[in-house]
């Protein structure tokens, strides 16, 4: 008697539940637009969210091999199109390290990470973003490895953005100085580029000119480089003679 009522039981159970999922596959069905949009809206939400707040901790980590990882997670997030606040200060702070961010063991820096750097400042022209400009300027300010002031630079160009002529006048600050103390053709190139995109949406073309002559003169500079730097000071003196011409 007992096993008859325990299969009829079961029977019911199984019953019951196959009505309640067919009302909700009903109601799923019935709702699978709007449903879809508002499940896909939540979830971007929760990844970005999640990539921010996991970037944000490996790159505050003490280790390279973690900042590393932070990098790589950075360029993917950039790529597709995830700028949040978490991301964007993991990028501020890995474009600082071991320059405005500094850890030290007994006097000796821990966190000089150059080439991570580097990466960061390059995903930070992908952003185009005023943000990024700012966080880019005090890089080309404060840096002093040639390979990180050129990626640095090489992202100003790409954003394009020169209010008041304040990232022409970063670069040009910083090519000079290390026209001084150590004239690197890499960076040369990468200003000179900087310069040509940057020349439309400058007001004291002075700046660029004076810079550009400099770079042309100074034989430290591979032959190519000197003479691009004076095929785009030719280009930006004819553009100024023709527009005053006009």
């Not at 590393?68 to 978490?86: H, P, R, Y």
Request: a negative charge; proline letters at 2%; glycine letters at 4%.
């Amino acid at each position: 008697m007992k096993k008859t009522v325990s299969i009829f039981s079961m029977l019911s159970l199984m019953a019951v539940s196959s009505f309640l999922f067919a009302q909700e596959q009903s109601v799923q069905k019935n709702n699978t637009s709007s449903n879809t949009k508002s499940e896909s809206s939540v979830e971007d939400e929760y990844f970005s969210d999640m990539d921010g707040v996991v970037i944000l901790s490996l790159a505050s980590s003490d280790e390279y091999d973690n900042k590393l990882t932070a990098m790589q997670f950075l360029e993917d997030a950039v790529d597709n199109g995830n700028v949040s606040e978490d991301v964007m200060k993991a990028l501020n702070q890995l474009a600082g390290e071991g320059i405005s961010t500094q850890a030290r063991t007994n006097g000796r820096l821990m966190n000089n990470f150059p080439d991570i750097r580097r990466r960061a400042c390059l995903a930070l022209g992908k952003v185009k973003t005023e943000e990024a400009k700012n966080y880019l300027v005090k890089v080309t300010l404060a840096e002093n490895e040639p390979m990180v002031i050129a990626a640095a630079v090489n992202s100003l160009g790409e954003i394009g953005i020169n209010g008041n002529d304040e990232v022409v006048d970063a670069i040009a600050y910083a090519n000079r100085r290390n026209q001084i103390l150590n004239p690197t053709s890499s960076l040369a190139f990468e200003v000179i580029s900087a310069y040509e995109k940057l020349a439309e949406n400058t007001n004291n073309k002075k700046i660029v000119i004076d810079s550009l002559t400099k770079i042309a003169a100074d034989y430290h500079y591979a032959t190519p480089v000197r003479n691009r730097a004076m095929k785009v000071l030719k280009a930006i003196n004819d553009g100024g003679s023709s527009s005053s011409k006009k």
